[in-house]
């Protein structure tokens, strides 16, 4: 049979488009995550549908062609409007499907982007940032050494948790906190709210997880100021340790 029996014209052009839709759904399944809204499972849904409609419609035409031919009757005499109008249907179900990944693997990319500041989800309602350092635990460590010597803050101590691990027969990641702080500007936390010495001095830690990436986790300042009830006008003397974490990460 020619290929005007295997897919009619007007037809020809539908049955392209449904050949085509198992790969935009497959883009569709395996674009990155983003957060959902419902959209997405009835946009899936509607293109099934349309597929199911156009191939049973398709096949039906085709048989009626076929029987058409096979009669010895004019193949070409009835109007084409369906095959077109549906065609076009089709071209904008594509054109949509195309936004819609777009759209999908834009909004995931900024989403993996954002969620990259931490490495729990549960992180920021815990109180603690993580950053990424661009740099190894050692070399990160001495990077933030360097920063607090030229700002003129004080380093009280530096805890290896992975070399006192290591003393004990024990083998840990690398894993090291700094604690540092001035007196001038935790002195006023604590008249403030005494219990802020719980927190103070500021501390650092820099720790590599199990993949090898390298983090800089701290104490949200504004975790600390609804903790300890600290006044507004105070924030600033404990909101350094962001800046400090961000330089000693890049």
């Known amino acids: ?35 959902s809204y419902g959209v997405s499972v009835w946009f899936g849904t509607a293109l099934f549908a ?37 065609a076009l249907f089709l071209v904008l179900v594509g054109l949509a499907t195309a936004i819609y990944l777009v759209t999908v693997r834009g909004s995931a990319s900024l989403h993996s982007k954002n969620s990259e500041e931490t490495t729990m ?8 940032i993580d950053k990424p350092s661009n740099h190894s635990v050692e070399q990160t460590v001495e990077k933030l050494k360097n920063i607090l010597q030229s700002k003129g803050i004080t380093l009280f101590t530096l805890v290896d948790h992975s070399g006192e691990a290591e003393e004990v ?51 949200s300042p504004d975790y600390l100021r609804e903790r300890h009830g600290l006044p507004q006008e105070l924030l600033q003397n404990i909101a350094v340790v962001e800046t400090l974490a961000a330089k000693a990460g890049e």
């Open 50 to 86: 349309v597929g199911v409609v156009v191939n049973l419609s398709s096949a039906w035409r085709h048989v009626r062609l076929v029987r058409e031919l096979d009669q010895g009757e004019a193949a070409y005499t009835r109007s084409l409007t369906q095959s077109v109008a549906t």
């Open 169 to 219: 027969g024990m083998k840990m990641r690398p894993t090291k906190l700094l604690i540092f702080g001035s007196p001038k500007a935790g002195t006023p936390l604590m008249l403030a709210a005494p219990s802020t010495a719980i927190d103070l001095p500021l501390k650092i830690l820099i720790w590599e997880d199990v993949q090898g990436k390298v983090w800089v986790s701290y104490n």
């Open 1 to 35: 049979m020619d290929s005007h029996r295997s897919c009619p014209d007007g037809i020809w052009f539908c049955c392209g488009a449904i050949r085509a839709f198992p790969a935009a759904l497959r883009l569709i399944d395996h674009a990155p995550s983003a957060p």
């Open 121 to 128: 989800p549960s992180a920021t309602s815990r109180g603690i």
